[in-house]
């Protein structure tokens, strides 16, 4: 089945820590997004790439850093300096060229211990 | 410009009731305008999508109408059932989807019997 990838589905970082999380999606789409999901906030941009090489800062790009080396995989960096890490992360996928909405992944927790 | 806003934050409703989801924008430039669904520890899922060139958009038991002139648009939910109970998020963007959405905060609905 094709999908949107996302692991791990819990992640615990240490203060001063830097942490990956993985998205990999398999149905062939070119833009890949990354989001922050707060209680009450919605969903805000962090990053976003539309083909390989090549990417954008979205609103609270600060803290956070992103790759896009091959069409299916958009991984996303958590640094040490982004001061209030925890939160919901959701990666989306879409065919672009306005064809179909976004595809989301199930997210990942990440909690500061 | 570039914010949705969304109301209201929470709703409640009886079962076989009406739910009603209100968003406003600003940017006259928006010609895309998708509403998502999620339950909680999942991804949202593209729920409706509508375009400005059109007043109202049907799908089952979810409409959504738009009015250009007020830049407002919302989402009906007729014959609310316990299993809509979830957020919904209303978004927006521009170049028929090209660009990244904008999300408003969400709305939590309730449906009980």
């Known amino acids: 089945d094709g999908g949107i990838t996302q692991s791990p589905k819990y992640l615990f970082r240490k203060e001063g820590q830097n942490v990956t999380l993985s998205c990999e999606q398999n149905l062939n789409h070119d833009a890949m997004y990354w989001y922050r999901q707060d209680p009450g906030q919605g969903l805000r941009l962090i990053y976003y790439s539309q083909i390989v090489n090549d990417f954008q800062k979205g609103d609270i790009a600060e803290g956070y850093s992103v790759s896009r080396e091959k069409k299916e995989s958009f991984p996303l960096t958590v640094t040490s300096a982004q001061k209030n890490p925890t939160a919901f992360y959701l990666c989306a996928s879409t065919l672009g060229q306005g064809l179909a909405g976004y595809t989301f992944g199930s997210g990942t927790r990440l909690t500061v211990v | 410009q570039q914010q949705v806003k969304q109301s209201p934050q929470s709703l409640i409703v009886q079962k076989g009731g009406i739910s009603i989801i209100n968003c406003a924008y600003e940017?006259?430039?928006?010609?895309?305008f998708p509403w998502y669904q999620q339950f909680p520890g999942k991804g949202p899922a593209l729920l409706i999508a509508i375009r400005p060139d059109v007043s109202e958009k049907k799908e089952g038991r979810f409409t959504i109408s738009f009015n250009k002139s007020a830049k407002q648009f919302s989402l009906h939910i007729m014959d609310s059932q316990p299993g809509d109970s979830a957020t919904y998020f209303c978004a927006a963007s521009l170049d028929s989807g090209n660009t990244p959405l904008v999300f408003g905060k969400g709305t939590r609905l309730s449906v009980i019997a």
């Open positions: 940017n006259t430039a928006f010609d895309y």
